[in-house]
């Protein structure tokens, strides 16, 4: 506050005058009382000057001595009650002196730790509803909070959502503030604070009160990041905060963001962990998942958690009748059956537009859009998200998200969500949908071939439903058979059949599958230590036996590699003996009904058995039919002593394959 100097020539511009002008007063009261005086007015006149200069020195003097007299009292009285040292005057003037008096004793006076007290609480408090508490009652000692709420900005979205708080104050997280579109956004961005009336701010506040309250809102922001807002609720109609109570307020929501930014940078963090996390999922488990409806499941529970989704649906469909052909909620409850949704889900809901704009769509409020077609039995939705399923131009279904709180779905979730659509389209199209739009016969050869045939392979036979079919009738065809045996494992008598199939079924069938496949064979597994490959089906070819020669060299190489941790595990040595031929085979579906095998039997079948019956250990014997259909020098075979391979029949030359050296 400005006070005037007060030098000895202000403090006479004051009292001389009024001196003077007592005197002029008197001069008139005496010419009016005793008239005779009026003989000699100028003399009167002029003693009554010098009078009333007089007087106004003497007033002079008095304030001068008064103030003077008023300072040392202040001064004394101020340290007797601070019980402190007040820091000597430096102004000669009284009133100066005085009001520098005042200054020092208020700066003397002891302010609590009021802050100090607040670092204190912050740190100890782990949740948000204890920080907001904390940061309310210190300032309640001086203003008059009666409720904090703290609005957190989600960056994706753009948006400030109620967080946690304290009073009167209201945490529902279906409230959001645009940043762009609200005035408490905007001076969030802006970083400056902004009061309201309750009226403006009744959906922070928890029930509707009488009192008069104003809102007050706090920008919290670290470095070129804004966190959200601390908003006070302050009793009182249109409240202006003074000087001091605005500092005390921006010092402890500095404090307040010091210590909440750790929680949300950690509340980011592991938002992006877990959405790394079910990504590598997807990598790893689902898209393995040999059942197409489980892994679409998995799929769903994954969009729904990546975005925080509380409701999801996939819906799959038939492209030529553009109908629903099933269903995959993870929603409980009293849905509407398909039947019933099916035609205005397609025809006017969310799933159709997207269908039909090829592209996906976001709805902020459900409340302001039709797209929406509410199911009965499903909880209340606020807000959703859609992304269509296409392979090429073909239309596959439709991936539907939902959740009660508007404005849930950001830009980032939409591209999250198409990430996901597309590891669905891609095991679908891997699975030829399971029986949902693909003829029930493509699925039973798909699911008999798979226990034989590589997926490429079956992939490549799959395109023509005839081959498909074909290859299932029962047919001979002219084949070349790599039959091996593994051996010794009758001297593991301690073992259970679960650790056999284990630790050596297991390793043994996975090796010599993925080389057969490697090869273009089809892998018959026998029992747990014998399998047979067959070179030639579905198709046969010019180069059948070399790649069964290649493979049983490669099966040698691979049994080698496994003996030797074998050896170290169980302390015994496994041998393997192997026999090749090319012969008759007869192959085809056995049983009409479910479940349906194939059966793989002829005399190549019995030659190749009998081969390996007769080779000695690590050996792999091969027949002669097979060098008609091999180049000369391309394998090294050194011949054995000719045998019988079936009872009656003429003993026929054998050779011995050399292994990789």
Not at 67 to 88: F, G, H, K, M, S
Request: aromatic share 6%; hydrophobic share 50%; glycine share 6%.
């Amino acid at each position: 506050m400005y006070l005037p100097r007060s030098n000895i020539r202000r403090i006479l511009a004051l009292t001389l005058p009024g001196g003077i002008s007592l005197g002029v007063l008197l001069y008139a009261l005496i010419s009016i009382v005793v008239p005779q005086a009026g003989n000699a007015p100028p003399v009167a006149f002029v003693v009554a000057l010098l009078f009333g200069g007089l007087i106004g020195l003497a007033l002079s003097l008095a304030v001068w001595i008064s103030l003077r007299y008023a300072l040392t009292e202040a001064r004394q009285y101020a340290a007797l009650v601070l019980q402190a040292d007040i820091p000597p005057v430096t102004d000669r003037d009284p009133l100066v002196a005085l009001r520098q008096t005042v200054a020092d004793a208020i700066a003397a006076v002891p302010q609590p730790p009021a802050l100090a007290i607040l670092a204190q609480r912050l740190s100890a408090a782990t949740e948000r509803d204890a920080m907001v508490a904390a940061v309310a009652e210190c300032l309640a000692d001086h203003v008059a909070v009666r409720g904090a709420v703290l609005l957190l900005h989600d960056p994706e979205r753009g948006i400030l959502i109620p967080s946690a708080g304290w009073g009167l104050a209201s945490v529902n997280r279906a409230v959001t503030f645009d940043m762009d579109g609200s005035a408490i956004g905007r001076a969030v961005r802006e970083r400056r604070s902004v009061s309201f009336s309750s009226v403006q701010m009744r959906s922070l506040l928890a029930a509707t009160s009488s009192q008069a309250l104003t809102v007050t809102s706090w920008p919290l922001w670290v470095q070129q990041t804004p966190l959200g807002a601390l908003c006070l609720m302050i009793a009182g109609a249109d409240v202006r905060l003074n000087e001091a109570q605005q500092q005390l307020i921006e010092q402890a929501a500095a404090l307040f963001t010091v210590h909440l930014q750790a929680s949300v940078y950690r509340q980011w963090f592991d938002r992006e962990q877990r959405r790394l996390s079910a990504f590598e999922q997807v990598m790893t488990s689902v898209i393995e998942q040999p059942d197409l409806e489980r892994a679409l499941v998995q799929l769903l529970r994954i969009a729904a958690d990546v975005t925080d989704s509380s409701h999801g649906t996939l819906l799959l469909i038939d492209a030529e009748s553009f109908t629903i052909r099933t269903r995959i909620t993870l929603s409980g409850g009293d849905v509407l059956p398909l039947n019933l949704a099916a035609a205005p889900i397609l025809k006017h809901g969310l799933a159709g537009w997207v269908l039909r704009t090829h592209r996906g769509a976001i709805i902020d409020d459900i409340e302001r859009d039709t797209r929406w077609i509410p199911t009965p039995g499903l909880e209340l939705m606020r807000s959703a998200l859609a992304m269509p399923l296409f392979h090429g131009d073909r239309p596959l279904g439709v991936l539907t998200l939902a959740d009660p709180t508007p404005y849930r779905y950001s830009q980032r979730a939409l591209a999250l969500v198409a990430a996901i659509a597309a590891y669905a389209v891609a095991m679908m199209v891997r699975h030829r949908y399971e029986g949902i739009i693909e003829p029930p016969e493509i699925t039973q050869a798909r699911q008999l071939l798979g226990m034989y045939l590589a997926p490429d392979v079956i992939r490549d036979l799959l395109a023509s439903q005839a081959k498909a079919m074909q290859a299932l009738q029962p047919h001979v065809i002219t084949a070349t058979l790599l039959y091996v045996c593994l051996r010794g494992v009758d001297r593991l008598t301690d073992l259970t059949v679960h650790q056999l199939i284990e630790h050596i079924a297991n390793p043994f069938h996975t090796e010599c599958r993925a080389i057969v496949y490697q090869h273009q064979g089809a892998y018959v597994a026998i029992d747990e230590r014998s399998f047979c490959a067959v070179f030639g089906f579905p198709q046969p070819r010019f180069d059948d036996a070399p790649r069964a020669l290649q493979a049983a060299q490669q099966v040698q190489a691979a049994i080698a590699r496994l003996r030797g941790q074998w050896r170290q595990q169980f302390g015994t040595d496994f041998m393997i003996a192997g026999g090749v031929t090319t012969g008759q085979l007869a192959v085809g579906v056995l049983g009409a009904n479910q479940p349906a095998t194939m059966a793989w039997t002829g005399a190549a079948m019995r030659e190749s058995r009998r081969l390996c019956q007769l080779a000695r250990n690590d050996e792999i014997v091969v027949a002669a039919a097979v060098l008609k259909t091999t180049q000369a020098g391309q394998f090294t075979l050194d011949p054995l002593t000719p045998v019988s391979l079936q009872n009656g029949d003429e003993p026929m030359p054998i050779y011995r394959l050399a292994s990789y050296s």
